[in-house]
């Protein structure tokens, strides 16, 4: 089994319909993430949890919002879909900043891809 | 702001070498990352440099890094087609670590 869950992997939508995608991992990690993809783009941070009490916004946070329901489970959710919303959505953990102990690095879902018509 | 930079497209032949550059902007970043996404799949990592390190090699790989310049690249040795994918370029953010920021991905097409 994946260390870090996705679901769904594809949703097709309305514009206007509430949609949550949902992550949970085994990893044990304190840090969750939602990253969006797009084409030419690379990926952008959405938001971003250090713990179950914390959340925080990245750099595209509008039209976002997150629960941190455990320290396993994090989830996005678009309130009101839009088109410009379309898009490949990654949940990533890490289990700290590299520092001398760890190297900080994320470990990724494979993705899920929304489609908002 | 933070920004990591690279170019978005590079072909070469089978048996070649690849190079992959990237620049970024956060000098406080302890770590820089490469990652790899394959069709359909997620980003893994495939490489990482300490900051304190000009290079680092694995395998068919070579990392560089100019910290004067802010400037990393990416060389895979005898490319193979297998090694067609999209390579990230990554540095962490924030005194925490906030984050990491990605590039927006080098497609490497690798022809036979």
């Known amino acids: 089994d994946a260390d870090v869950t996705q679901t769904p992997r594809n949703r097709i939508t309305k514009t206007g319909k509430r949609i949550m995608l949902e992550c949970s991992q085994t990893k044990g990690h304190d840090r969750m993430y939602w990253y969006r993809q797009d084409p030419g783009l690379g990926l952008r941070l959405i938001y971003y949890?250090?713990?179950?009490?914390?959340?925080n916004k990245g750099e595209i946070s509008d039209g976002y919002s997150v629960s941190r329901q455990a320290q396993a489970k994090f989830s996005l959710s678009l309130e009101s879909a839009i088109p410009n919303q379309t898009a490949l959505y990654f949940c990533?953990?890490?289990?700290?900043?590299?520092?001398?102990?760890?190297?900080?690095?994320?470990?990724f879902g494979e993705g899920s891809r929304l489609t908002v018509l | 702001g933070e920004d990591v930079e690279q170019s978005l497209f590079l072909s070469v032949r089978e048996g070649d070498s690849s190079v992959i550059n990237c620049t970024y902007t956060d000098s406080s970043s302890t770590y820089l990352y490469w990652y790899k996404q394959e069709p359909g799949a997620g980003l893994q990592l495939l490489t990482y440099?300490?900051?304190?390190?000009d290079m680092k090699q694995d395998q068919r790989l070579t990392v560089l890094l100019n910290k004067k310049d802010k400037h990393l690249s990416l060389r895979i040795a005898d490319t193979q087609t297998g090694d067609s994918a999209i390579y990230f370029c990554?540095?962490?953010?924030?005194?925490?670590?906030?984050?990491?920021?990605f590039g927006k991905g080098t497609t490497l097409s690798v022809s036979s």
């Open positions: 990554a540095e962490s953010i924030g005194q925490a670590g906030t984050a990491l920021i």
């Open positions: 990533a953990t890490s289990d700290g900043p590299g520092g001398w102990t760890n190297t900080g690095e994320l470990f």
């Open positions: 440099i300490f900051s304190n390190m």
């Open positions: 949890s250090f713990d179950v009490k914390d959340i």
